[in-house]
């Protein structure tokens, strides 16, 4: 018989954790307590790049760059697969100052990538974006293709287990989940969901706000980034300008300050701007972490429950490579 896995979050963390176990022939199951791709993972930028890496710890830009270099061949699989072209592109990203020279020269060149200072800014021509809706539209196909069972609107309660095994999961439709293995995938919510086993996640959401222009096709090409805000030009003329980093909770709203922070860092990096009225403007609830450094194993208290989670600002980009870590440890532990 496959063994079976249960994978609780359908974000992009959980999606490319199910397409691992589904390649490997497993019988996963998938749940979510909205829709597949409805959270984080559909509010994200696409960036597929640590902002800036030489600013954070080498665990954090191992699996950003190892998850990065999986994009452009998942992507031609999924689009091949599913029709939907998830729209990845190596669009390249152009840092204004002030930023470290020195420091993202040195760092570029230890790790094989291309840098150069061009005038006043640093051109990094293999920084690469995907399109987040398009991305989770086209992961979710695949996976009903490869047979995986989705379970949306379907939220998981807190863990119970008296033992080191957990033998079932209940949700709040009264179906109970019951597999081999079972995978933490539940992004920001990730710490509420393992109740009184929470400890080894130190996740909690940061929220952040995003706000959509839409210009002629072609008026922006590249990433422009300064001082922790960007603009992300899609291929059809739509301009993503984010974002906020908020340490407020579960709140998803959005704030008319943030609005104006971000039009105006929009307008000051892209002055044709001014006269593009914002058509959407969105936040979604980041799975914060200290460091940005996810959890990725075994959970120390239970033999068949694992965690994927706390992919903090980077969970897209990381996703595929923590996927296939975790897959490693599942099957390198699974009897
Ligand atoms: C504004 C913004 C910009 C960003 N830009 C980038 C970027 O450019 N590049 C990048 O790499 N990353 C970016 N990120 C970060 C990235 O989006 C996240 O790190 C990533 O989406 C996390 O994926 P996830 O699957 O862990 O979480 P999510 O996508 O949030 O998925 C978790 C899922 O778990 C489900 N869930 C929760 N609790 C339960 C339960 N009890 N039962 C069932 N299901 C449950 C939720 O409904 C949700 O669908 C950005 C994020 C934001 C908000």
Not at 112 to 121: D, K, M, P, R
Not at 164 to 185: C, H, L, N
Not at 235 to 243: M, N, P, V, W
Request: glycine share 10%; hydrophobic share 40%.
């Amino acid at each position: 018989m496959k063994p079976s896995i249960t994978i609780v979050g359908a974000g992009a963390v959980g999606c490319l954790t199910a397409l691992a176990f589904a390649k490997k022939d497993w019988q996963v199951t998938l749940v979510d307590q909205g829709v597949l791709g409805g959270e984080a993972s559909w509010a994200g930028g696409g960036i597929l790049f640590p902002l800036l890496p030489w600013n954070y710890k080498e665990p954090v830009n191992q699996l950003a760059l190892a998850g990065a270099a999986r994009y452009r061949e998942l992507c031609e699989e999924l689009f091949e697969a599913t029709g939907i072209d998830p729209q990845y592109q190596a669009c390249g990203m152009r840092v204004l100052p002030e930023f470290d020279g020195e420091a993202a020269l040195t760092w570029c060149k230890t790790h094989g990538l291309t840098a150069e200072i061009q005038g006043e800014s640093l051109w990094l021509p293999e920084v690469a974006q995907v399109r987040n809706p398009r991305l989770m539209i086209a992961l979710g196909a695949r996976l009903k293709a490869l047979g995986v069972t989705i379970h949306e609107h379907t939220e998981l309660l807190q863990l119970q287990s008296a033992t080191a095994k957990v033998q079932s999961w209940q949700s709040s439709k009264g179906i109970r989940f019951e597999s081999d293995v079972y995978v933490v995938t539940a992004g920001a919510w990730s710490h509420n969901l393992l109740g009184e086993h929470a400890q080894p996640v130190p996740v909690k959401p940061m929220r952040g706000q995003m706000l959509l222009y839409q210009l002629e096709m072609g008026a922006l090409s590249t990433i422009l980034y300064r001082n922790d805000f960007y603009l992300i030009p899609r291929r059809d003329g739509h301009i993503l300008a984010g974002s906020t980093v908020e340490d407020v909770g579960f709140d998803k709203s959005t704030t008319e300050s943030a609005a104006r922070d971000l039009s105006r860092k929009a307008r000051d990096l892209l002055p044709q701007l001014a006269d593009a009225p914002v058509i959407r403007h969105w936040s979604g609830l980041r799975p914060g972490s200290p460091d940005n450094i996810p959890t990725i194993g075994r959970h120390p208290d239970f033999d068949n429950l694992y965690l994927n989670t706390g992919h903090f600002r980077y969970g897209v980009t990381m996703a595929p490579a923590s996927a296939e870590v975790l897959s490693k440890v599942v099957c390198g532990s699974f009897v």
